[in-house]
């Protein structure tokens, strides 16, 4: 897979970000590019993204370290 197909397939799509809260503490999510996550700094926790979806279930989240 090129650079530029590999890039395109691991953005978010913006305004599906506006419209993501975090389930736990129902405040805005910060995208990580790098890592492929959805942040929410208060719950403290990170949401994957999986092949373009974020994945918004608080078992599969990664608690963020403090």
């Given amino acids: 897979m090129s ?3 590999s890039a395109a397939r691991s953005d978010i799509d913006p305004k599906l970000l506006e ?3 975090c389930p736990m503490s129902r405040t805005p999510l910060r995208y990580d590019r790098k890592a492929q996550e959805l942040i929410s700094e ?16 608080p078992d599969e989240a990664r608690k963020l370290d403090p």
């Fill in 42 to 57: 208060r719950a403290g926790l990170a949401y994957p993204i999986r092949d373009g979806v974020p994945i918004m279930l």
């Fill in 3 to 5: 650079e530029p197909e």
């Fill in 19 to 21: 419209a993501l809260i």
